[in-house]
Structures are given as structure tokens and as C-alpha cells.
């Protein structure tokens, strides 16, 4: 691990099963980096189809995956996050392992769309998993390793994917294909090691108690509004997130005329920050006992400070010489820093604030703001910096400062055990300590 999870007490320094869940996080993520920086070249090649078909295709099944979210979480609910994780797991790897031969256009996109439909609905799963496995700032904990093992493993996978292409050429492709569904199939070995506690474990003959029962089912989070607007301002944020993978490669060949190098270094910078620096942040959060609400708040300003940096940029116009450079890898810095300190904050104010018997459907409602955002975002930036290359900078400062005032008013209507972060506390029961031998009996 790049990083260490070990506390002022050694012996109490990790959950139960921590290490092997951490490792198929991260064995999962460069897998999928092997593909996701260049999905459309990934799948031209894998397919040979036309880029303008593979993009259609992808666009189409990505719309029609979003449909799984609501299933899988359902099925959190009615069967555990585990058993859905783990047969996601398997979805996915199946879905790569048949790419090669996939060749038809009919045959790749009944395989896009299975793989789509775990791929949606992954994440959402992986934070009921969280959510069930751990708690307190254990769980804040767990969420900001998630992140900073998510960043490192897409950029290690891009790099393993990249080796492979100039070493293999064009069947290069088909092996990463065969790879990514090899790591899955990892993942799927080392989670399975990974149990909930006893006392969270629900399975589908026990049922929750009358007044948790998820009979209402989705009607329940359609009702809680401090939840949706908690959604609604996920969205907000999320466009944010979309920016560096569309709006700085546009902005860089497009006002700053830089090369293409320089978006690469961007991308790289914000991965290893990422990768490096998320879980110690986070770790001074919640040394510093501040409110989820507060810290998500807080990374929303520091995105918003970046995005009014890129747009004053924007205006100026520089010539790519090394003070623009500079300057732009300083925002990139500054955006990245707003990431490390929101996303787990975020994150597990979402899982802290769902009901434990719905929290399946909960976060599978919150899902669809991350991908609401990462459908919207390539139109809508490029529509705009069409327009005025300053406009999307425009907006997403006001989106991040709009998000952030709402996390603030947000705290008073949410639960306190949301908002509020708990000391680290386990899912799983201490074990019993061993009875002390009695003492024999002296006689005078």
C-alpha cells in the first residue's frame, strides 16, 4: 500500500478483513484502467467498428445501464451488499473476457450493455458494502482509501495498458480486455474474505424490524427530501468531477494552445495528489472533528476557487510558456486538494444518511447523480466552450458555491449522525475477552 492506515493503537489499527477488501479495491481499479482513459480506442480496436459507432453504441447502453441502478438497489436491500457486489464482480469480468469475439455489432453491444449495467451500478453497490462493514470515522476512513486506491489503480492500469499496446500491438488490446476481466475475478476472490459483522448481516429470511421494513421501497427516498436535495447537490458537484476528463483537454488545445503533453501531466498530477495525499487528508478531517457537512462544503469552495482561477485564465489567454503552465498546474492542485477533502466527506455523509434497511435504494438514488453528471457534462461543455471558453468555468463556479451553501443549510435536516462524525467505532463485535482463572482459595 502507498499508504498507511495505522492509528496511535497498533493493535486496534484495522477492521477485520480490511486488508483484502482494500487490495481487491485496488486490484479492480487497475483493471478498469486499463480501458477507461481510452475506452473508444479500446473498443475500436477490441471490435473493429467505427469510432462514431463504438461512441453511439457506448452513449446508448451507458443511458439504458443507468435502468440497473434501481435493481441493484433493490437487491442490496433483499440480499446484502456482498452477494450483489460479488455477482457484479462476475458480471463485469465476463462482459471483458467476451470483448475479443464481439466482433458483430450486435454482439457488442449486448455485451456493452451487460457490462454498462454492472458498471452503473457498481459504485452505489461498493458504498452499501462500506456502509455495512464498518462505522464512524472508520467508514470516513475506508471511503477516503476507496478514492485514493480508485485514482492510483486507473493510473497504474493506463500505464500496464499502454505497455502492453507497444509490446503486443493491436492484439495488445484483446490481452488487456482478457486482463481487466482477470482482475475482476481477483477482486471477486479477494471479497469474498470480506464478511459483514454479525450483528449488520441481514440476509433474505431475516427480515428488518416493522418499522424499518422496506415495503415502501423507493417511495421512501422519493419522500425524504433533505436526502434529495442531498442529491441534488451531489449533482451540482459532480460536473465538477467531469471537468478534468472534458472540459481541460478542451481548454488546453483549445485558449491555453498547449500541447498534448501538458494534459497528460494535468491528468497526472491529479492522480498521484489523488493517489498520495487523499487518505492523510482525510485523516486531518476527522482529527479535526469536522462535520461531514462542513468538509464537503469546504472541498465544494476550494473546486469553486479553481474553476474562477481557470476562467480568469481563460480570459487572459496566455501563450502556453511556463508561467501558464505553471499556473494551470497550480489550479490543478487546487482542484485537486478540493477532491481529496469532498469526496469522502460526501461520500459518507450519503451512506450515514440512508436508513440502514433501505440503504441499497438510498444510494442507488445517489448514484444517479453521478451519472446524470457524467452523461450531461461532454454537451453541455463543449456547447458552452463553443460559445465563450469562460462560460463553463462560469458555471461550474456557481455550481460548487451553490452546492456548498446548500451542504451548509442541509445540516440542520439531516441526521445528526449524519452530519456529525462519530469516533472510530467497529462493525464488527470486539471479541469477548477470555475469562481470568479464578483465584484459589486461602485458608487462614
Not at 441502478?69 to 467476451?98: C, E, I, K
Not at 466482433?103 to 452503473?120: I, K, M, N, Q, Y
Amino acid at each position: 500500500m502507498p499508504f498507511s492506515l495505522r492509528r496511535r493503537h497498533p493493535v486496534q489499527d484495522r477492521l477485520p478483513g480490511e486488508r483484502a477488501m482494500l487490495a481487491a479495491m485496488a486490484v479492480d481499479a487497475v483493471g478498469s484502467g486499463m480501458y477507461v482513459p481510452f475506452s473508444l480506442v479500446f473498443f475500436h480496436h477490441l471490435t473493429g467498428l467505427s469510432f462514431a459507432t463504438v461512441g453511439a453504441v457506448l452513449s446508448a447502453v451507458g443511458l439504458v445501464g443507468m435502468a440497473g441502478l434501481p435493481l441493484a438497489g433493490a437487491a442490496v436491500d433483499r440480499f446484502g451488499a456482498r452477494r450483489v457486489q460479488l455477482l457484479l464482480y462476475g458480471v463485469r469480468g465476463t462482459g471483458f473476457a467476451l470483448y475479443p469475439f464481439a466482433a458483430a455489432l450486435p454482439a457488442f453491444a449486448a455485451v456493452a450493455l451487460g457490462t454498462a449495467l454492472g458498471d452503473r451500478a457498481f459504485p452505489a453497490v461498493q458504498q452499501s458494502w462500506i456502509g455495512e462493514v464498518a462505522a464512524g470515522a472508520d467508514r470516513d476512513r475506508l471511503q477516503a482509501a476507496s478514492r485514493a486506491l480508485r485514482n492510483g489503480g486507473l493510473g497504474a492500469g493506463a500505464l500496464l495498458a499502454s505497455l502492453v499496446v507497444s509490446l503486443a500491438g493491436d492484439r495488445g488490446f484483446a490481452l488487456a480486455a482478457w486482463l481487466n476481466a482477470a482482475s475482476f475475478g481477483v477482486a471477486f476472490v479477494l471479497m469474498r474474505r470480506v464478511h459483514a459483522p454479525a450483528a449488520g448481516r441481514r440476509s433474505a429470511a431475516a427480515a428488518p424490524p416493522a418499522e424499518a421494513k422496506p415495503r415502501a421501497g423507493y417511495r421512501a427516498v422519493a419522500a425524504d427530501r433533505p436526502f434529495l436535495a442531498l442529491t441534488g447537490v451531489n449533482f451540482l458537484t459532480a460536473l465538477g468531477y467531469s471537468a478534468l476528463g472534458v472540459l481541460f483537454p478542451l481548454f488546453i488545445a483549445g485558449p491555453l494552445h498547449g500541447p498534448e503533453a501538458l494534459t497528460g501531466a494535468a491528468f497526472t498530477l491529479n492522480t498521484v495528489l489523488c493517489a498520495a495525499g487523499g487518505v492523510h487528508i482525510a485523516r486531518l478531517t476527522r482529527r479535526g472533528g469536522a462535520r461531514r457537512t462542513r468538509a464537503a462544503a469546504l472541498g465544494a469552495v476550494l473546486f469553486a476557487a479553481s474553476f474562477a482561477g481557470l476562467g480568469l485564465l481563460a480570459t487572459a489567454r496566455p501563450a502556453a510558456g511556463w508561467a501558464a503552465t505553471g499556473l494551470l498546474l497550480a489550479l490543478v492542485t487546487l482542484y485537486t486538494a478540493g477532491e481529496t477533502v469532498h469526496s469522502p466527506a460526501a461520500s459518507s455523509l450519503a451512506v450515514a444518511a440512508a436508513p440502514e434497511a433501505l440503504r441499497g435504494r438510498y444510494l442507488a438514488a445517489y448514484q444517479l447523480s453521478w451519472s446524470l453528471a457524467m452523461i450531461l457534462a461532454p454537451s453541455l461543455f463543449t456547447a458552452l466552450a463553443a460559445a465563450d471558453p469562460r462560460l463553463p468555468w462560469l458555471l461550474l463556479t456557481g455550481t460548487a458555491l451553490t452546492a456548498a451553501a446548500v451542504l451548509l443549510r442541509l445540516e440542520r435536516s439531516l441526521p445528526h449522525t449524519a452530519v456529525h462524525l462519530p469516533p472510530a467505532s467497529r462493525a464488527w463485535p470486539a471479541p469477548a475477552a477470555a475469562p481470568r482463572p479464578a483465584r484459589p482459595a486461602v485458608t487462614p
